[in-house]
């Protein structure tokens, strides 16, 4: 019977206890909870409203693609300028790829805009970012400066990427082209001293060698 009394006393003393913590701290408390509750539906409204921009990028790209099918060019260029600022990973680099497919912007400062706005405004994985940066130097190739364009293509130069061989490609046919053959060879070289690449890259880089000793 003692214990039966000794138990009930500390179940109201335990239910005492809480509801006079409840007391005290009632407005923290509600505060903690209103505040879990608006974060929860904030990730809600994120989340979906980010699923409707997706949706509404493809549906913009879609339309676009539809433009140039029909021949509507400026039309399209507008419509994919518009989602290259939308700052989305993909639709953004497909906006531009297609703009530079289709040669739909010819203004070399406007396409290096573009270019730098991409790269600035997105958040991408390794070696998306370093296709990018080959893109934009095999465009500025024809009108960059030396300096510019080796300034412009150390991150690739100097680091394991994919697209390691291709930029040293690039550079080498840059040099043969101004007919500085020295600089070429040395670019065409590593491309040789590179592992386990396609064998058509180490084929390329052997016929310039060859036509540069012809030379």
Same mark, same amino acid.
């Given at each position: 019977?003692?214990?039966k ?6 179940d109201?003393t335990?239910?005492?206890?809480i ?15 209103s ?13 979906e ?6 949706? @509404?990028?493809a #549906?913009?790209?879609?339309?676009a !693609?539809?433009? &140039?099918?029909?021949k509507e060019?400026? *039309?399209?260029k507008?419509?994919l300028?518009?989602?290259?600022f939308a700052n989305?990973n993909?639709y953004s680099?497909?906006s531009?790829?297609?703009i530079l497919n289709?040669?739909l912007i010819t203004?070399?400062q406007e ?5 730098d706005?991409?790269?600035k405004?997105?958040k991408?994985?390794?070696e998306?970012?370093?296709?990018l940066?080959f893109?934009?130097a ?6 960059? @400066?030396?300096h #510019?364009?080796?300034?412009?293509? !150390?991150p690739l &130069?100097?680091?394991n990427?994919?697209? *390691?061989?291709h ?7 840059y040099?043969?082209f101004?007919?500085e ?5 040395e ?5 040789l001293?590179?592992k386990?690449l ?5 084929e390329q880089?052997?016929?310039?060698l060859?036509?540069i000793?012809?030379?």
């Amino acid at each position: 019977m003692d214990e039966k009394l000794i138990e009930a006393r500390y179940d109201v003393t335990k239910k005492t206890k809480i509801k006079k913590f409840y007391e005290s701290n009632k407005i923290l408390i509600l505060c903690t909870i209103s505040f879990f509750i608006i974060l929860i539906a904030f990730i809600i409204f994120y989340s979906e409203s980010k699923e409707r921009k997706k949706i @509404s990028l493809a #549906e913009n790209y879609v339309t676009a !693609k539809i433009y &140039l099918s029909n021949k509507e060019r400026n *039309k399209a260029k507008d419509v994919l300028e518009n989602i290259i600022f939308a700052n989305d990973n993909t639709y953004s680099t497909l906006s531009l790829f297609l703009i530079l497919n289709e040669n739909l912007i010819t203004d070399q400062q406007e396409l290096s805009n573009l270019f730098d706005h991409v790269l600035k405004n997105n958040k991408f994985e390794k070696e998306i970012k370093n296709l990018l940066i080959f893109k934009k130097a095999l465009f500025q190739s024809n009108f960059v @400066s030396e300096h #510019e364009l080796l300034d412009f293509t !150390k991150p690739l &130069l100097n680091t394991n990427t994919l697209w *390691k061989p291709h930029i040293l490609m690039l550079l080498g046919d840059y040099f043969v082209f101004k007919k500085e053959y020295s600089k070429a060879t040395e670019f065409y070289t590593q491309i040789l001293s590179l592992k386990n690449l396609n064998e058509g890259l180490y084929e390329q880089a052997r016929t310039q060698l060859r036509f540069i000793t012809n030379e």
